[in-house]
């Protein structure tokens, strides 16, 4: 069974800094494309970042330069640095896979970013 558990959610000021943190359970996260998304209140899901089997990180084009996806295999734990968050960032973060055919989710991290 594949299990994620994010963490590392909070409340920060606008310019501040979070670390998420997704551990998985049930695949080695170093074998897949793991992602982060978010989702706003009364907003579509909306892709984050993804970094590849390989090692290739992508990012979407709203946090390109701010944030950071990374993982440690011997944690089987993806990261997500968040650096100059913005209050329009507020949101719950969740990690994803896809699994042979089938997505995976977290239960997500919220993230609230207000002065």
């Known amino acids: 069974q594949v299990q994620f558990v994010e963490s590392g959610g909070g409340i920060v000021q606008p310019g501040g800094s979070l670390k998420l943190s997704c551990a998985a359970e049930?695949?080695?996260?170093?074998?897949?494309?793991m992602n982060w998304y978010r989702q706003a209140p009364g907003k579509q899901r909306e892709w984050v970042a993804t970094?590849?089997?390989?090692?290739?990180?992508n990012y979407g084009d709203s946090v390109k330069g701010r944030f950071t996806i990374s993982r440690d295999n011997a944690k089987n734990t993806v990261y997500l640095q968040m650096n100059n968050l913005k209050p329009e960032e507020t949101a719950v973060y969740l990690c994803?896979?896809?699994?042979?055919?089938?997505?995976?989710w977290g239960q997500g991290t919220q993230v609230t970013v207000s002065s």
């Open positions: 049930g695949i080695i996260v170093s074998r897949y494309r």
């Open positions: 994803k896979v896809r699994y042979i055919t089938t997505d995976y």
């Open positions: 970094i590849s089997n390989a090692g290739i990180t």
